[in-house]
């Protein structure tokens, strides 16, 4: 081994700086400081009339967020109907689409002819760009001429209007995601049973347990991580939603299909709407970050026991 | 590495000198347009900057295509707010007049017309509707049409006749009737597409054609809630509903003119900008008329539609050259002259915004061809401003939704509901009084 040398020459001192640098600064500029000017801003009523370019927009403290769940105010409607549509797109995520992929997972976990493919064609929707995806699903939901109204009229149905049915339209918002979701979410179950050894089923067989007990008290428990995992990005995910309204009717009709991130795109170049769009990151950041936080909690706690 | 430094390096002095030998030569005109029409805009306008880079030597055109109308505007104001130069010309749409005005961002072409030997003679040549949204309350004119079109009615001519009909509906009576007649399990009989998400232009034929618009030429002032403007709304509500000639809540955009096309709509209301995609696509005879969107007048007619379209924008924040800005108006000059606005019609299908262009090739013979054509021109005369105020954009928007909500049934009583609209817009126009 070689003796320390006395004194570090100030390089070395400086060289784990000088390294992370790159990357904390991209941080600071893309990440901290926009951080920072969303909150100052969504305590600030932009400057509004003729010329407004050159105004300083004035302090109002937290009356951009007494706006937004204020439903006579134009954007408090838009935004209270857009953040419930918001958690039911997000439960129904996260109840259906996180059950069926895990489901999936378990059947194709299994040795059985062309199960390569079947693998790839639940995985398949993942891989497409979404814009696309859901360009064909709005051919498919087309009222006229889509494809899933020529199958309903050939079983005798009259049809649905399912972009343009205020009731119908989150439903088919709802579907286009947990078509694309599904295969997703399988594929990080799949990584998780194929963690769990083989030979703990054996023993539970040789007990004597039964398929369905030997899922409730061996891989439900041992997928525990990969299923908290998976709950927390699809809800993640869903609260990140807006490329597929950009295509299946940009939040139907009346916002009755409107998300969250969506709206706040869909008002984010008006000058005067700024203060309200800073607000609504404000809200959405803050409760994907509760749910992140509680359901991590609740695991941890729960695993610990 | 090194070498792989010295090629970085090389280039970049190159990428510095070529920048600096254009700037030293030409002046370079950023040119945003987006395109709402699946014909080649890009070749187009290529096209247009050759022409026009050989009339003109020191001059160079940076055609940018900028996506839909939409994003265009989203584009140009995100890059200004944010302290970005922007383009120097843009197409967009005539109504976002106010929108860059009331910012600071646009010039008037005014004192460009003004400084022009024919200013006046340039400026009459315009049809006086298509102007309208061009120009503000004190008379002041800010830009200059271009890619310009209106709904019109679009009609399977072969399926009228076949049901007895030799013309087409001329008042909204007549159009229910034969809308009627023409319906069946497997064809709507009229499709007007209010779904998705931007209903507010074709409502404003049913209200134009009612007798009351509502914009006028204050910016100031929206009238949503008069007796005319329910009654356009509740009558377009009835089409999907009591009358049953299309679905509830309205077509689709997009779905519209292919449904005409495979003959699963007898009749459309759709944008001047598909007539050559609709002729050329249509394997029956189509036909071409004013929308018939309101009750019958003196004459039995009940006309009435909105402008629509984009116009050419100039941007200046007080630091252009005057040669830069002659060099950006004789672009817009040179892309609203007959010639070029003969080729864009006659290419596209939108209304050659200015009448010497109708008497110019090649939409002369096209339009003598297809009186098509000529239809939406004609039109005009019974035509009026696309909704603009202050505020458009948010305006704008609590009129879609306002309508959205009325079309599928969603508020029941439509007077209630506009009159909610009303206050809110009265609300936000009043800090522009």
């Known amino acids: 081994m070689r003796a320390q040398t006395p004194r570090k020459p100030l390089v070395s001192y400086l060289q784990p700086y000088l390294l992370i640098a790159p990357t904390l600064i991209l941080v600071l500029m893309f990440n901290v400081l926009p951080a920072i000017r969303t909150v100052s801003d969504s305590t600030h009523r932009p400057a509004r009339g003729l010329n407004a370019a050159g105004k300083a927009p004035e302090y109002v403290g937290l009356q951009n967020f007494h706006d937004l769940f204020d439903e006579a105010h134009y954007m408090g409607a838009r935004f209270l109907r857009t953040f419930r549509n918001t958690l039911v797109f997000a439960l129904a995520t996260v109840v259906i689409a996180v059950p069926l992929g895990l489901l999936l997972a378990l059947l194709l976990n299994h040795k059985q002819p062309l199960l390569g493919l079947w693998r790839f064609a639940v995985f398949y929707p993942s891989l497409l760009p979404l814009i696309g995806a859901a360009s064909i699903w709005s051919f498919i939901f087309s009222d006229s001429i889509g494809l899933a109204n020529a199958v309903l009229k050939s079983l005798g149905h009259p049809g649905l209007n399912w972009l343009g049915d205020r009731n119908l339209v989150l439903l088919s918002v709802i579907i286009v995601n947990i078509w694309k979701q599904a295969g997703y979410f399988m594929i990080f179950f ?28 061996l891989t439900l428990p041992l997928l525990r991580r990969t299923l908290l995992f998976v709950i927390v990005i699809s809800f993640i995910f869903a609260f990140q939603t807006v490329e597929q309204l950009q295509a299946l009717g940009e939040g139907g009709p009346n916002d009755s299909a409107n998300l969250l991130l969506y709206l706040i795109f869909q008002n984010i170049s008006e000058r005067r709407n ?30 610990s026991n | 590495m090194s070498f792989y430094r010295i090629a970085c390096l090389a280039l970049l002095l190159f990428a510095m000198t070529a920048g600096a030998a254009l700037a030293q030569d030409d002046i370079v005109i950023d040119f945003y347009f987006p395109s709402a029409t699946a014909n080649d805009a890009e070749g187009i306008f290529q096209r247009y900057a050759d022409m026009f880079e050989e009339e003109n030597p020191g001059i160079t055109i940076n055609s940018v295509f900028s996506g839909s109308y939409t994003d265009t505007r989203n584009t140009i104001l995100t890059e200004l707010q944010g302290g970005g130069a922007g383009p120097d010309v843009a197409v967009m749409l005539s109504i976002d007049l106010y929108s860059f005005a009331e910012e600071g961002y646009i010039v008037p072409a005014q004192t460009f017309i003004d400084a022009m030997a ?34 019109i009615l679009y009609y399977n001519a072969d399926l009228l006749a076949e ?48 007798g009351q618009n509502i914009v006028s030429d204050d910016p100031t002032e929206v009238y949503f809630n008069t007796p ?13 509903t009591d009358l049953g000639v299309g679905p509830a809540g309205g077509a689709a955009w997009g779905d519209t ?9 007898a009749m459309i209301y759709h944008t001047t900008g598909n007539l050559s995609r609709i002729l050329d696509g249509a394997d029956f005879e189509v036909g071409v008329w004013y929308l018939p969107s309101g009750p019958a007048g003196d004459d039995g007619a009940g006309y009435g539609s909105p402008t629509g379209g984009g116009n050419l924008y100039i941007f200046d924040d007080g630091s252009k050259s005057d040669e830069e800005l002659d060099a950006i108006w004789k672009w817009v000059v040179f892309l609203s002259s007959p010639e070029i606005q003969s080729d864009w019609g006659a290419t596209t299908g939108y209304i050659a915004s200015n009448a010497t262009a109708w008497e110019t090739e090649p939409l002369a013979s096209r339009a003598m061809e297809y009186p098509q054509y000529g239809v939406a021109r004609d039109q005009l005369q019974y035509a009026d401003k696309e ?42 126009l009043a800090e522009y009084k």
């Open chain 1, 190 to 217: 799949l990584a998780g049973l194929q963690n769990i050894p083989r030979d703990i089923y054996e023993s539970a067989s040789l007990d004597g347990a039964s398929d369905l007990q030997q899922f409730a008290a």
């Open chain 2, 118 to 151: 024919d200013g006046d003679a340039y400026i009459s040549d315009f049809f006086p509707a298509l102007m309208a949204n061009g120009v503000d309350e004190m008379g002041t004119v800010w830009s200059i049409p271009f890619q310009r079109s209106t709904p």
């Open chain 2, 257 to 265: 003119p292919v449904a005409f096309l495979a003959g699963q709509a």
């Open chain 2, 163 to 210: 049901a007895g009909y030799d013309s087409p509906p001329t008042n909204n009576a007549e159009l229910v009737e034969i809308a009627q007649a023409l319906t069946t399990d497997e064809r709507d009989g009229l499709l007007v597409p209010v779904a998705g998400g931007f209903p507010i232009w074709m409502y404003q034929s049913f209200a134009i054609a009612y």
């Open chain 1, 274 to 303: 700024w203060g309200y769009v800073n607000a609504m990151t404000i809200v959405l950041i803050g409760v994907v970050l509760t749910f992140t936080i509680a359901n991590f909690l609740l695991f941890e706690r729960d695993e």
């Open chain 2, 387 to 428: 909704f603009s105020s202050y505020a458009t954009i948010t305006i704008q928007g609590i009129i879609n939704k306002t309508l959205e909500s009325i079309l599928t049934g969603e508020s029941e009583d439509a007077q209630a509901a506009m009159d909610a609209a009303q206050a809110q817009i009265d609300g936000i």
């Open chain 2, 228 to 240: 005319e403007a329910v009654a356009a709304v509740e009558f377009v509500r009835s089409l999907g």
